[in-house]
Nanobody, 115 residues
Framework: QVRLVQSGGGLVQAGGSLRLSCAAS????????IDWYRQASGKERELVAE???????TYVDSVQGRFSISRDNAKNTMYLQMNSLKPEDTAVYYC?????????WGQGTQVAISS
């Protein structure tokens, strides 16, 4: 069983930065493949960034150049660094990681950007 715990959300002003964490624990190894999603109020969940099992990293156009994914293997944690935040980045952010052969979701963390 795997548990993903997210942290790092909060309220910041436009132009600010946040770093979201997605920490894995359990008896199954999680690799570097990760998807970061977000869901704004009243909207569908959208994929904003991902690292594939092959190591390719992609970002949706709206966050390209502002968001970046990194990892700390020792902590089994992956991060989403978010810079130059905009009010339209306001959403609940979710991580999804491949652990063994299954995908697991984090609990979500709220990000709110004030103008």
């Amino acid at each position: 069983q795997v548990r993903l715990v997210q942290s790092g959300g909060g309220l910041v002003q436009a132009g600010g930065s946040l770093r979201l964490s997605c920490a894995a624990s359990g008896d199954t190894i999680c690799g570097s493949a990760i998807d970061w999603y977000r869901q704004a109020s009243g909207k569908e969940r959208e994929l904003v960034a991902e690292v594939t099992s092959g190591g390719s990293t992609t970002y949706v156009d709206s966050v390209q150049g502002r968001f970046s994914i990194s990892r700390d293997n020792a902590k089994n944690t992956m991060y989403l660094q978010m810079n130059s935040l905009k009010p339209e980045d306001t959403a609940v952010y979710y991580c999804k990681r491949l652990c063994g052969s299954l995908w697991y979701w984090g609990q979500g963390t709220q990000v709110a950007i004030s103008s």
